[in-house]
């Protein structure tokens, strides 16, 4: 993911891949106070697909958590 500002010019870039399969993001969307960001998408890991939501700084692009579902356990 990337932050650009109105010129193009990159802000931050941030790059999430907490598997080795496929991961992708399906959604993505800013809260009312412009701070975070929150990406939803799928990790698919071990033949199951994992819903993986994750909160970033608008401000630097930096992780504040995530969350991976385990539908295997």
Same mark, same amino acid.
């Given at each position: 993911?990337? +932050? ?22 399906? #959604? ?17 890991? #071990? #033949? ?6 994750? +909160?970033?700084?608008?401000?630097? #692009? ?12």
């Amino acid at each position: 993911m990337e +932050k650009l500002n109105e010129n193009g010019t990159n802000i931050w870039n941030y790059t999430s891949d907490p598997s080795a399969s496929s991961d992708t993001a399906y #959604g993505i969307t800013l809260d009312p106070s412009e701070q975070y960001l929150y990406v939803a998408g799928y990790d698919y890991v #071990g #033949g199951d697909y994992r819903l993986r939501v994750e +909160k970033l700084s608008a401000a630097n #692009g930096s992780n504040i958590w995530n969350y991976t579902s385990d539908p295997s356990a």
